[in-house]
């Protein structure tokens, strides 16, 4: 049992939210920096992402009438404008996720801080407001990351797997909530695989993906918890995986 469960609002049994990192080809320009333009069968599949994958989920968003929160590296948004047209247009959040994918904690302070400004300065650029949430490329936080955050008046973090419900991160600079996940809610395990970007999981059903899926909603459910997928659209949003996917959110639903 959850020592002090959460009372959430409305009578609700748990939350859940379905977020995605919509990485696209940012990845493969830090696996790659100087010959990207070359691997392109690579190219192809994270375009899946914004172009077909994208279009695919905002339409099951907008037959269930949800909104949700799209985690956007600040280069993919300059590069995809249609497709964060169409988020905005559909009343979804956008959040921080780098300028291009980089790892904060192989930055200094400084450079954090560079990245994480232009980030948001292009996110207020194309949306109108300054974000609200992050999530940290690969989950790496820094040591610097959630003072960084406070300071620019972020309200949330979206990085860490420190417990089953909303916490507080206190530092010198302030509070900032963490919305924590977890690797058994992220789909890289089941489904990426990629010799370009040098991981090569065994490719899972997707109805075995879903089942671990399930299994952690289920307990959530039973026990007040919080249910944050990491999901990437290039991987969850592929027609099999995302046809699964639609089924869950409406066995969801239905409880």
């Known amino acids: 049992m959850i020592e002090n469960p959460i009372v959430w609002p409305n009578g609700a049994r748990c939350a859940v ?35 077909v994958a994208i279009p695919r989920i ?25 497709a964060i047209e169409a ?30 400004d232009r980030g948001c300065d ?4 194309f949306t109108g407001q300054a974000p609200r949430g992050w999530r940290a490329p690969l989950y790496n936080m820094s040591e610097h990351s959630a003072d960084l955050l406070i300071e620019r008046g972020f309200s949330y973090d979206a990085s860490l797997m420190g417990d089953d419900v909303p916490y507080l991160l206190r530092t010198g600079a302030g509070d900032l909530v963490e ?8 789909d890289w395990p089941q489904y990426m695989h990629s010799i370009d970007l040098d991981f090569q999981m065994p490719i899972q059903s997707p ?3 879903v089942e671990v899926f399930k299994a952690e909603f289920d307990a959530a459910w039973e026990y007040g918890a919080l249910f944050v997928p990491v999901w990437h659209p290039f991987l969850s949003g592929r027609l099999s995986r995302w046809h699964e996917v639609s089924k869950l959110i409406e066995y969801m639903m239905a409880k």
């Open 17 to 51: 939210a379905f977020t995605f990192d919509m990485d696209a080809d940012s990845i493969l320009h830090v696996a790659h920096p100087k010959d990207s333009a070359t691997r392109v069968a690579s190219i192809s599949m994270l375009h899946y992402g914004p172009k």
């Open 58 to 82: 905002l339409e099951t968003y907008r037959r269930f009438e949800i909104k949700q929160t799209f985690f956007i590296p600040a280069w993919c948004i300059e590069q995809y404008p249609q």
């Open 87 to 116: 988020i905005v247009e559909g009343g979804h959040e956008i959040a921080h996720h780098g300028y291009i994918h980089e790892h904060p904690n192989e930055l200094s302070r400084e450079e954090e801080a560079y990245w994480l």
């Open 122 to 125: 292009t996110i207020k650029r």
């Open 179 to 186: 919305l924590p996940s977890s690797w058994a809610l992220d």
């Open 207 to 209: 109805q075995r993906a």
